[in-house]
């Protein structure tokens, strides 16, 4: 078997199977930014939907998506990364071309919610597919660059889906992000997937005592949760109550502001910045441990919400940018490699289930609270209180996450 159809050994980061994983999690990205940020016009626009209909359509993808984030896990352990990935992203692209014939709210609706179930294994499984073919010893490195084709995807979908619907209708939009997946999924089919576990012949008494197992139909908590997984993973979710209030409520700020038309550029910054540190954060990381890049990257991250709630012309709101982008931009994929890290490797699922429940939780309850808070106290008050939250997490993972001494070295 060639070395291109085995999990790397070497040294080699960019090899040829982690390449495909890091296209494929940019193109599903893309398409997923894309389909949030032109969403709402569309049901306001072409289905006569309100505001409140459009928020529904965006929440109940996300309550899919984490309604069945905590058995994502139990679904790849049981029927394999392989069948696991592939099929979830094989139903996705199904869902992806059920939009071109939703013309009614409900149906609509429904494509939303079930699309969110898909999305929920796929991105879950992608993590510990990628992470076979990252060097051990350069594995925040690797993750790093893995998540940054997320952040990119952050830039790269809002950008196409504006500046589309600016030429055409929403249905030719609809068909090229339908066809940006299907090259995602054809990046998913051409990487090689190998289960880590085997099949094998057990003695009689075994068979006996795994039929008995199999006859109880109780699911306990192992069975959905990674308790290793669970402080990092709180971690996660109180810094996403913080950047929820960027990727959420940015825009309405800047139009408050007078300044909707920085906006765009405010992404394009948050990504370049995040970009031109990545190598030596990822490098850092695998040197020196995590708390080396989470400790400066917690008061990057504040910096940015300070210097954002001052935003009174674009060249403040770029200045916040480059620090959100290397605070924020520097601490998810860190997060990412020490859920993966907190538990055995036949864990891995569970332990990226758990992570992004969490995460997943933040951002959804961040998304209200912020809002919660921006009406009562207005933005500058709001953002304020962000950057008080994330110092306030800086203590939460060295209280928690910091007393794992197999993650810190």
């Known amino acids: 078997m060639s070395a291109l159809n ?3 050994t070497s040294e080699k980061l960019w090899n040829r199977s982690f390449i495909l994983c890091v296209l494929n999690n940019l193109f ?6 894309a389909f949030l940020t032109i969403l709402p016009i569309y049901i306001m626009k072409n289905l006569g939907g309100s505001v409140k209909e459009a928020g529904l359509a965006l929440t109940l993808f996300l309550v899919s998506s984490i309604m069945i984030r905590p058995f994502s896990g139990l679904i790849i352990q049981k029927i394999g990364k392989k069948i696991s990935f592939r099929g979830a992203e094989f139903l996705f692209v199904i869902f992806a071309f059920a939009y071109l014939f939703a013309d ?5 609706l429904a494509v939303r919610f079930m699309h969110g179930i898909w999305f929920s294994v796929l991105t879950t499984v992608a993590v510990p597919i990628a992470n076979d073919f990252i060097p051990e010893n350069r594995k925040g490195e690797g993750m790093g660059y893995y998540v940054m084709s997320t952040n990119l995807a ?5 950008f196409i889906a504006l500046t589309v619907i600016q030429l055409t209708d929403f249905m030719t939009l609809f068909a090229l992000l339908t066809a940006v997946i299907c090259v995602g999924f054809i990046f998913c089919l051409m990487i090689p997937i190998h289960d880590d576990h085997v099949k094998r012949i057990e003695p009689l008494e075994d068979q006996h005592t795994n039929s008995q197992q199999k006859t109880k139909l109780t699911l306990s908590w192992h069975d959905v949760i990674e308790l290793r997984a669970v402080p990092i993973g709180l971690v996660a979710l109180v810094t996403a109550l913080a950047y929820s209030s960027i990727m959420s409520f940015i825009a309405a700020y800047a139009e408050t502001q007078h300044l909707i038309a920085y906006v765009s550029l405010f992404f394009i910054i948050f990504a370049v910045s995040m970009i031109l540190v990545r190598p030596w954060v990822g490098k850092i990381y695998d040197r020196n441990g995590p708390s080396a890049v989470i400790y400066p990257s917690f008061i990057c991250f504040a910096l940015g919400l300070i210097i954002i709630s ?7 709101l770029w200045l916040s940018a480059i620090f959100i982008g290397i605070g924020y931009g520097s601490l998810f994929p860190c997060f990412q490699t020490v859920a993966i890290q907190s538990s055995p490797k036949e864990r891995m699922g569970y332990a990226i289930s ?3 429940t969490l995460f997943d939780l933040g951002m959804a309850i961040g998304s209200v609270g912020m809002g919660l808070l921006i009406a009562q106290f207005g933005y500058q008050t709001t953002y304020l209180f ?3 939250v994330v110092i306030l997490t800086l203590f939460l993972y060295r209280a928690t996450v910091t007393r794992t001494p197999t993650l810190m070295k």
């Open 154 to 158: 952050v830039v790269f979908g809002p």
């Open 28 to 33: 599903l990205f893309t398409y997923y930014f």
């Open 386 to 388: 962000c950057a008080v």
């Open 104 to 108: 009614s709210m409900w149906l609509l």
């Open 310 to 316: 001052f935003a009174t012309n674009q060249w403040i």
């Open 354 to 356: 758990t992570f992004f």
């Open 6 to 8: 085995t999990p790397i």
